[in-house]
């Protein structure tokens, strides 16, 4: 199993520009979870789905969208980028079946906004 | 709102010592609490998950305890490596649906040869 990735590693956007980060697990994982990692801060949830149609917000959704329309993959959306969006950002899944929602992560997307 | 806070923000010791990392909550109603280790540039890889209703997990030199009652876990490395230089991480779950967790900032840990 590659277990969750993301594309692409690094970026750089201009302020107002669009761009979608992606994340595809193969795990058949049905949570999937957007956070993004600021330096020296923890990560902050943005999006979350429980499984393929079903998305919610998390606790900084503002300018970001997600759809779900497969189990296997979760985009996330950068309508009109702005520096604060300046950030890492990691894609996680987990499994409710084990009832434990152990979280797995990909390698992260840098992204800068300049 | 839950907090997660935890010490020491850095730590540096030498080969072989036994080390403690402390993660505070706020709030006690967890589901579950998560450590992870991540290495620079690298994301989180999940250590070890302790569910509300455990006091403790180990997996090879981690102990991870669980103190509900007081908001406390800590993860306790034995005789650390080089090799175990990171930042480790924790994270409480707020419920049972999966959906909701809140990360600690994180203490970087060095070990040195």
């Known amino acids: 199993n590659a277990g969750v990735t993301q594309t692409p590693k690094f970026r750089i956007l201009k302020i107002g520009q669009s761009m979608t980060l992606q994340c595809a697990q193969d795990m058949n994982h049905n949570y999937m979870y957007w956070y993004r990692q600021d330096p020296g801060m923890g990560l902050k949830l943005i999006y979350y789905s429980v499984g393929a149609g079903i998305t919610d917000k998390g606790e900084v959704p503002n300018g970001y969208n997600v759809s779900r329309s497969t189990t296997e993959d979760f985009p996330l959306r950068l309508e009109l980028a702005a520096p604060s969006q300046t950030s890492v950002y990691f894609c996680a899944s987990s499994y409710s079946g084990t009832g434990d929602y152990e979280q797995y992560f990909g390698p992260g997307t840098r992204l800068t906004v300049t | 709102k839950q907090e997660v806070t935890q010490i020491p923000a850095a730590l540096s010791v030498p080969e072989g010592e036994n080390l403690v990392l402390n993660c505070s909550f706020t709030?006690?109603?967890?589901?579950?609490l998560q450590w992870f280790r991540q290495d620079p540039g690298k994301g989180l890889t999940s250590l070890l998950l302790?569910?509300?209703?455990?006091r403790e997990q180990t997996s090879g030199r981690l102990n991870a305890s669980l103190d509900k009652s007081s908001g406390r876990s800590t993860l306790y490395i034995a005789a650390s490596q080089p090799g175990d230089s990171a930042t480790y991480l924790c994270a409480v779950s707020l419920s049972n649906y999966g959906q909701n967790f809140v990360f600690g900032p994180g203490t970087r840990l060095s070990v040195l040869p």
């Open positions: 302790i569910q509300s209703s455990q």
């Open positions: 709030d006690s109603a967890i589901y579950n």
